[in-house]
């Protein structure tokens, strides 16, 4: 039995849809089927009753449910452990320039725990990102693949909502949150389409039947925070970005009626690299919004670690 087979079985039966569970695991339904008929038949088990409205747990699928979880969590556990043990890679992630910024540095010192050196490759398109995976450029990628097609190995790292950032200068600035009525008809500073950013904004906009006023489209996500800071417009942006906020003059408002969440997955051609990289990340997956934030900086590190992440997100804004 695979560990992936596993996981899919738990994901089936608490979504009780093969539909919702494929999407929610990034793969074609056809695909999440065959898994399913394979984990049936190498446990010599019906786990399923299937129906056109979706599927229930058999006896043994109730069984397989309550200790599916326990056994995913040793395998897991033991993962860490195998990983810590193995001689010095090197590899190279692939992603946003924000998720270089402001997540990945976590990444490099876990990694670094785990003697492992990783470098950084940043794209501004979701075909750069699968074309550098094909073409061995690099071992992940750290991006939301829900709008693009591919065969590669996928697990979600996290999930963050959108904000409205602006100015606090700005007239919106007063309000707790907002909402699209409030600001339907401001242009906002934007990044160019081929992102997930973008991809999102823009359903965010059709969704309420509404075409985006562009004010300025930008490639760099940082360099919109300084068009936000210099009060030149507004920009829509995922939860990442609060961690630009410290002793800043821009306010993150919370939008009632967004209602989409970018969901980040490690992409990965080779499923053993993805599952190796996603034990090393998965320990600092950035935090939903009914929890604290984490800081920029843990309480963990010490003074001199806190200094290399301020230098290699500096050296990451200026390139």
């Known amino acids: 039995m695979k560990t992936e087979w596993l996981e899919s079985f738990i ?6 849809s093969l539909s919702k569970a494929s999407e929610q695991l990034h793969m074609t339904q056809p695909a999440l089927s065959k898994q399913m008929r394979k984990l049936e038949e190498d446990l010599g088990v019906t786990l399923f009753i299937r129906s056109a409205t979706g599927v229930e747990l ?13 056994i995913l969590s040793s395998v897991h556990a033991l993962q860490k452990k195998l990983v810590s043990t193995q001689e010095a890679c090197d590899l190279t992630i692939g992603t946003w320039q924000s998720m270089a910024a402001f997540y990945l540095p976590y990444q490099l010192a876990s990694a670094k725990d785990h003697n492992r050196h990783i470098d950084i ?30 065969t590669y190995w996928s697990k979600l790292l996290f999930k963050e909502d959108f904000y409205l950032f602006v100015n606090d200068q700005h007239p919106l600035a007063e309000k707790e949150n907002v ?49 936000i800071s210099a009060n030149l417009g507004i920009s829509i942006l995922p939860e990442i970005f609060m961690r630009h906020l410290q002793s800043s003059n821009i306010k993150a ?16 051609k080779n499923p053993d690299v993805g599952k190796m990289l996603y034990t090393l990340f998965s320990k600092h997956a950035l935090k939903r919004k ?12 010490k003074r001199s670690e806190r200094l290399i992440v301020r230098i290699f997100s500096t050296k990451i804004l200026l390139s």
């Open 179 to 227: 909402s699209f009525e409030d600001f339907k008809e401001e242009p906002i500073v934007v990044l160019p389409p081929g992102c997930d950013v973008r991809t999102l904004v823009e359903k965010a906009y059709n969704r309420h039947n509404l075409k985006i006023p562009i004010a300025n489209e930008i490639e760099f996500a940082q360099s919109i925070m300084g068009f």
């Open 11 to 16: 994901e089936t039966a608490k979504t009780k």
């Open 290 to 301: 009914d929890e604290q934030i984490s800081p920029m900086f843990p309480m963990t590190m």
């Open 58 to 70: 058999t006896s043994a699928g109730e069984i397989l449910l309550q200790e599916g979880e326990s």
């Open 253 to 268: 408002l919370p939008i009632t009626d967004f209602k989409f969440k970018r969901e980040i997955s490690l992409v990965a």
């Open 121 to 150: 490759k940043t794209s501004h398109h979701y075909y750069d990102l699968l074309e550098h995976l094909e073409s061995n450029q690099i071992d992940g990628a750290l991006f939301d693949d829900r709008e693009v097609q591919h």
